[in-house]
């Protein structure tokens, strides 16, 4: 083997884009690269092992945010055990400081700055052809920084790529089974917003449209599960993602998910009808909204009016199809705690799908970076970068936010308490002072500290509610119980979930019923009255939790299982007649 490719991913389910790409370009030499993709969650040994027994002549890195001290542990024991191996990295974690790296690195010979696919076809050439001498020949490689005896050569970024000269980077996707794959059709950013890399790049470009189609139509036919789109804005050309989304429509295989980052103040009235007519679950839309203080949006370089987003985000959840992923993030410029607390309620109150509540990194080469001193900005020293503290919010601050992020996690964003916190919330002022007291009970009682499992997580949240002074238990004890059972049949019933026997002779009757002739469960025909028992639930409720309500009476639920909400994944749930 000459050349191996090495990620390090943060999951076993991602796919690294790069490296396939970089090795796909390169098609003329593709026997002499091999690619291998690792987790940060491996033992290291695994790693080293794997690698030393294939003893690269070139050993390749990508370097990223959430694995940059993984990969340089690995490097300098790569290096002691493969002495003559030599060793260049790539990505975003390395191309703006490379030779500060390299002076930190010494086992690393170089790095590849910016965007890597000619550039990696260049030193492949140069290692095939010429062996693994460091001539002079590799000052002639644009989009490097390297040594040279005892100096640095860096000849500078490359230039851009023309999109349509990159290959289909995944050659065999039956290698890719239950993992998320990843697909550009575009490169660059329109924007400046100065805390993220895209905005360095401003050479906007996008692979032809006929290109895309071609290569979509390769996720589709396999049943692809799920394709993320890595384009930075994919809606910043109306008519590119028109077309793109329309081409998904028209050859939706009802099974294949798509996932794009947006501007929603982008989306037009054409783009929001379009997409209210797809499948539900056919694509999903992730939208940085930030912040919603107009001083810190125009700080940040961040031209987005938040009127036009909170309008746009709306108009798409009336069609009730498309999954929306909003995001904000903390320790902005002039954004104090009470100005984050009105950007949380003012998202929230666009009832998003998750709402994301992040941590400013303050990344090399970004203009924020540049600006931290000015903001008295404080962050981590070692990757992610996160924010410690800055003019307007304190790190006492910081700590009472990631307790909110926290709370907003497991209770918002993962869906499973959904008909149980829309109702608590309307008990506090306003969402964010839910979260808040939620998240300083579990402080208060050290729950904080602790691994819980689901049911726990109910449980607490029921001892927070009667803390907090709630009037009504019961109906939260019953809302719990239809949050649980709308995501799955257990067989074992929590400990605050009412008795059924009495129901016992009617449930049994309902389901004989319904196997004489269905009127509720279609699609079960084969199975007997029994099995059709089994395989759903019905539960008997004294309060009208289906729809929220706090009224008192028999309010039989049925939860069919075979029918799932694509958005929520819960069961779908009728209201039947015993």
Known sequence: MDILLAAVNAKY??????????????????????????????????????????????????????NISYVKE????????????????????????????LREMPEVFGVMLGEGEETFRNLVKYYVNSGLEDGPALSTVPGICFRDKESLVNTGFPEVLDMDRLIF?????????????????????????????????KKLRFKSLELVKK???????????????????????????????????????????????????????????????????????????????????????RYAPFEKIAANVLAVNEGGNIHQHLDLIAGLPWEDYESFRKSFNEVYALSPNQLQLGFLKVLKGSYMHEKAQDYGCLYKDREPYEVLGTRWLSYQDIIRLKSVEEMTEIYYNSGQFSHTIQAAVQEFPEPFSFYEALGKFYEEKGYDTLSHSRIRRYEILLEFLETAGSSCLEFYRQLMVYDLYARENMKTRPSWAPERKAYKDKIQAF??????????????????????????????????????KKEEGIYPVLFDYQKRSPLTWDAAAFLVEL
């Not at 002499?32 to 050993?59: F, G």
Request: glycine content about 4%; some cysteine.
């Open 511 to 548: 389901y004989e019923r319904e196997k004489e002739g269905p009127r509720y469960l279609s699609g079960y025909r084969e199975y007997s009255s029994r099995q059709m028992e089994k395989m759903t639930h019905l539960e008997i409720f004294s309060w009208n939790v289906a729809e929220g």
């Open 74 to 101: 690995l490097i300098r024991d790569i290096h002691k055990i493969l002495p003559d191996t030599v060793i260049w990295t790539g990505g975003p974690e390395v191309s703006y400081d490379a030779e500060n790296f």
């Open 169 to 201: 980077p995944y050659e065999d996707l039956s290698l890719f089974a239950h993992k998320i794959l990843y697909y550009e059709s575009s490169r660059g950013c329109p924007f400046s917003c100065s805390y993220c890399l895209s905005s360095v790049d």
């Open 215 to 301: 290569e979509l139509e390769i996720f589709l036919e396999r049943k692809v599960p799920q394709v993320k789109f890595v384009d930075r804005t994919f809606n910043c050309r109306e008519s590119h993602a028109l077309e793109i989304w329309q081409y998904i429509k028209e050859h939706d295989n009802g099974v294949t998910n798509f996932h794009f980052e947006i501007g929603a103040d982008l989306l037009t009235q054409k783009e929001i009808e379009l997409i209210r007519t797809m499948r539900p679950g056919l694509i999903q839309l992730e939208i940085g909204v930030q912040s919603t203080n107009e001083k810190t949006l125009r700080e940040i370089r």
């Open 13 to 66: 389910i991602h796919t690294n884009l790069a490296v396939y790409s970089l090795k796909a370009y390169c098609q003329e030499f593709s026997q002499r690269i091999s690619l291998r993709e690792y987790t940060i969650n491996q033992e290291k040994d695994q790693i080293l092992k794997d690698i030393y027994h294939r003893a690269p002549r070139v050993l390749c890195f990508s370097c990223y945010i959430w």
